[in-house]
């Protein structure tokens, strides 16, 4: 993955996601106090989610502590994120397309979006692959697998 | 239904070679080689696209679709390993060193052919372990109550754990949160709903197929997408395939030893395909006369992964079949194909539905020949789907990840989830975090809890019901050893496992 961190000081990216778990731990065993615990004979459904935290909070610290030969947070390499970043967000905005426009028009804007801005296609393949793939994969999934997709205005 | 095995084996072909069911066995190892080759589509996505198919069919025909795109999805992901040093999924990933090195020598066609063959001879071996082990371990489980369980499930944790080669805390970590994930919706035992913050569809809990497929699917192509171009591809004829005598001989050892290693791993619930390639290429190296050959184009470093990971993804349906324990998400969303259609899966699986036991065994038999044949005279067809350019093939796979989790339960909140967890994943893979463990955990978790609090009901809320039984102590032991184990490297400073069979300069 990344170098080792050496001599070089500076928060260790063990440290960082140790706390992010003890958080997550502590998140959970306080959402958990609205279910009853019961008792050993009797487990509640607060039972399990108490002891999973627990374990959580624990592997959080102990990772923490053992950060020591994990890289620095800041040498991790997040050069992809970016893309990343709009890429979940273009999904994220196709996904509120779907139930409201139809799989095959939100499915194309998904398709034309990514093709032609984020990796800079000439329009006419953009257009060919975007709609060609909407409109095939609905037919070989709705119209001959009868799995059950959304449509949107005009039956699309 | 009564009889030895061979009759049931030959009652199974009787189911396995009518038409129908052949034809879905040949769409499913087809489908399979696809998505095996394709980044980002490994075979779980591919399951989970296929898997609303499946609700119109027999579960018969049903479950021999998936299991095709399973095995075939590990045939598939070779190719693309040899051929491009891509592995098409995370069971590829030790292919890809030796593979790649072989076809940069020109020796992609024997790469490709041994790779096949062992697939083949691990499939039918495993097949044939498959047959004899789940329904002599179904008649065992019988004596499981909730106390086995409970010892059975949490030693899959350890094991998948220990072996996974990392660190035992992180994987451990995961499994917890994973475990934390499993406790959203309806509580079983008292009604109670959990963690749902009034979303109606958390009610019914985290599906696995958002989960898996945003960790693994869609985390994988924000990991690779805008990465620079792969090499030109070749394209061997079927004349190159014939790999020579020594190759040959080479390759029978590590084929023999990938067999039965995938086949053993394959049965503890963790992703075994993935870690059994590991441990076959690490045994290889360290057998070898020759280990500096490993990494330059060992054909040994083909064959030995190859064959367990095929191997495994059998070993892999022996618990789900004969206990109806999922041993990851792959067979977790197969159950759930056989479940829709009301078949309980469990010990009595195997008495109570013999067709479709049998008929899933036989039909394997089938899937490894049709494999070996796709994948050998066929592979340059299937190589020509590897031109389309990277920039143009992600984001479809985008598309089919969306359309794949959507169509499971026709839900928006279940593609917001795949969506999170893909981010999570990626996060996780960048920071040194291996995110099977959490697909693991979401999948046992119902199962634990239900078997740890019965247990306690039964007990009087004693815990030394787990140490009293045998079955359940013995499991408790072999997780206790496994914890030492894991531990032993912290307390002394010595080399882990992964280190010793030559990895770290790997992978």
């Known amino acids: ?156 | 239904m009564d009889g030895g095995v061979f009759a049931n084996l030959m009652h199974g072909f009787s189911v396995a070679l009518q038409p129908s069911v052949l034809a879905y066995a040949f769409a499913g190892c087809v489908i399979g080689t696809l998505v095996g080759m394709l980044p980002g589509l490994g075979p779980l996505a591919g399951i989970s696209l296929l898997l609303p198919a499946t609700f119109g069919l027999n579960p018969i025909i049903a479950i021999v679709l998936l299991a095709g795109v399973y095995y075939g999805a590990m045939y598939g992901g070779s190719t693309t390993s040899i051929l491009m040093r891509i592995p098409g999924e995370a069971a590829s990933v030790m292919t890809c060193i030796d593979g790649y090195a072989m076809t940069q020598r020109g020796r992609a066609g024997p790469a490709l052919a041994i790779a096949a063959i062992g697939s083949f001879v691990a499939g039918t071996l495993s097949v044939v372990a498959l047959m004899f082990l789940a329904p002599t371990l179904a008649s065992f489980a019988l004596r499981f109550g909730p106390p086995e369980y409970t010892g059975l499930l949490l030693m899959g944790l350890f094991v998948l754990a220990y072996m996974s080669g990392g660190s035992m805390l992180k994987t451990l970590a995961m499994a917890a949160v994973g475990l934390l994930l499993g406790m959203i919706g309806i509580d079983a035992m008292s009604g109670y709903t959990r963690f749902s913050y009034d979303v109606i569809e958390l009610a019914d809990g985290i599906g696995i197929v958002p989960v898996a497929v945003g960790l693994f699917g869609l985390s994988e192509i924000l990991l690779t997408a805008g990465q620079p171009t792969p090499p030109a591809i070749q394209r061997p004829t079927l004349r190159q395939l014939i790999p020579s005598l020594e190759e040959i001989k080479l390759s029978v050892g590590p084929i023999s030893r990938g067999s039965l290693i995938g086949f053993l791993i394959g049965i503890i619930p963790g992703s075994a395909h993935i870690i059994s390639s590991f441990v076959s290429y690490g045994i290889e190296r360290r057998m070898s006369t020759h280990p500096e050959r490993f990494g330059k184009g060992a054909i040994e470093g083909v064959a030995g992964p190859e064959s367990a990971n095929n191997s495994a993804a059998t070993g892999a349906f022996v618990p789900m079949l004969a206990l109806g324990i999922p041993t990851g998400p792959i067979t977790a969303v197969m159950l759930a194909a056989i479940m829709v259609h009301g078949i309980s899966p469990g010990p009595m699986l195997i008495t109570q539905q013999p067709d479709l036991f049998w008929g899933f065994v036989a039909s394997m038999y089938v899937g490894n020949v049709v494999l070996l044949i796709l994948n050998l005279p066929l592979v340059g067809l299937f190589v020509y789907l590897l031109r389309i350019p990277y920039s143009y093939l992600y984001p479809a796979i985008l598309c089919f990840c969306i359309l794949g989790v959507y169509s499971v339960s026709n839900s928006v909140v279940d593609v917001w989830i795949m969506l999170g967890m893909g981010a999570f994943g990626y996060v996780l893979r960048k920071t040194g975090f291996e995110p099977a463990p959490i697909a693991l955990g979401l999948i046992l978790s119902p199962m634990l809890e239900l078997s740890v609090r019965q247990s306690l009901a039964m007990s009087g809320g004693s815990y030394g019901i787990f140490f009293e039984r045998p079955i359940a102590i013995t499991m408790f032991a072999a997780a206790g050893v496994l914890i030492l184990l894991g531990l032993k490297p912290l307390l002394f400073k010595r080399k882990d496992w992964r280190e010793k069979v030559g990895l770290e300069d790997q992978v």
């Not at chain 1, 170098?3 to 003890?22: F, I, K």
């Not at chain 1, 030969?69 to 991790?76: G, I, W």
């Not at chain 1, 992809?80 to 967000?89: N, Q």
């Open chain 1, 1 to 156: 993955m990344q170098q080792t961190g050496g001599a070089s000081r500076g928060l260790r990216s063990d440290v960082v996601a140790g706390v992010v778990l003890m958080l997550i731990a502590l998140l959970a065993g306080w959402q958990n106090r609205a279910y009853p615990v019961g008792t050993l004979a009797e487990p509640g459904p607060g039972y399990m989610p108490l002891m999973i935290a627990g374990a959580l909070g624990v592997f959080g610290l102990l990772i923490a502590l053992r950060a020591g030969t994990s890289p620095l947070f800041n040498a991790v390499d997040w050069s992809e994120g970016r893309r990343g970043i709009v890429m979940l967000i273009a999904c994220g905005v196709a996904v509120l397309a779907l139930e409201r426009i139809g799989y095959r028009l939100s499915m194309t804007a998904l398709l034309v979006f990514m093709l032609g801005v984020v990796e800079r296609k000439r329009p006419v393949p953009t257009l060919l692959v975007a709609f060609g793939f909407a409109f095939l994969s609905y037919y070989l999934f709705a119209s001959l697998l009868k799995v059950q997709l959304p449509h949107g205005p005009w039956g699309l």
